[in-house]
């Protein structure tokens, strides 16, 4: 089953629960935090944190119990997002900008969508995301020129002569992002020390990932000679294929299997896969693997052993290497501080 929301709707939706106190927000000095519960949206967590002038971190996890399309006009927009998709799938269409997007877990994006008409389409289930909110001019607009030059761009632009123009782009979350993601998530601190400690994690996934986009921007011409171009139809088998291997998570298809059931040849296919996703088809398997692994060690329900097996991988050595080398720490030891996390909350 699916809904659609417009603006109105959400609007309502969320009025109606501050009404009724089916949610409630707290706020103090440092931290602002939305949470309760809503028809069809399920449980809803909402929290944001003012940094330092031009920069906020947001955070925000809903558990919706069906299928969600969202629609709206983007006004009054101007800052920049940073945003990380930590947990759900969303199909996203900025009209006018993009062609639909998949938003999956181990992707992010850098964006302005100002007075952009966006479409969202949410599957059933937890949705979570980590954003940071910037103001380029206010943010970065005292720099000398030579540091601005070092900015992507987009933001380089915004923060040199103020003008906001709307752009969307992609870029690819690392295990080094994933580590400071987590950290966010599960701070040990409260009050002044929380604050400083999340801008500094804020400012280290900026740092990340901007430097990911200026090694891009580097290697965009070269990549260019050697890419043919992608026709849509070639897209949408692209996608089909990843949804069969997340279908297929315990027991994929080959290669050449995966590519006969989309209709493509098996080098367009990985040629495709690498333009559309910035990974290869297996990497992209293992990647979603893990993340999904990550994702039931945090409910506390399975043990690593049964986990792995859930997630397609028969060796349990080798699993606890590959989640290891990934997030920095052994399943084990994250299954018990996420225990230890829930017991403190």
Known sequence: ???????????????EGRQTGAIAENADEVETIVQGNLPDLGDVWEWNMP???????????????VDITQTGQNIDCSCSLLSFFVAGDVRTKLHGLTKQVD?????????????????????????????ICIDPLRFFGNLPETQLNQLPPELRQIAANGRVQPYYRSGVTTPEMQMVLHQILHCPYQGLMKRLY????????????????????????????????????????????????IRQLDNPPSLLELARQ????????KQGFRQVFNTTVFGYLHDYRLEQARQLLETGEMGVVAIARRVGFADRSYFAAAFRKKFGVNPSVYRRSQERSVMAS
């Open 262 to 269: 989309v209709s493509m040849n098996d080098h367009k296919l």
């Open 51 to 65: 940094l330092r002038d031009g920069l906020r971190l947001i955070a925000y996890e809903y558990h919706s119990t």
């Open 1 to 15: 089953m699916t809904i659609t929301l417009l603006d109105r709707d959400w609007e309502d939706l969320w009025a």
């Open 198 to 245: 999340l801008e500094g994690k804020a400012l280290e996934l900026m740092t990340l990932q901007f430097n990911q986009f200026q090694n891009d921007n580097r290697n965009d011409n070269s990549a260019a000679k050697s890419r043919s171009p992608l026709r849509s139809d070639d897209i949408e088998r692209i996608y089909q294929a990843k949804e069969i291997l």
């Open 103 to 131: 938003e999956v877990v181990g992707r992010n994006y850098l964006s302005c969508v100002q007075d952009t008409v966006e479409t969202e389409t949410w599957t059933t289930g937890k949705l979570l995301r980590v954003q």
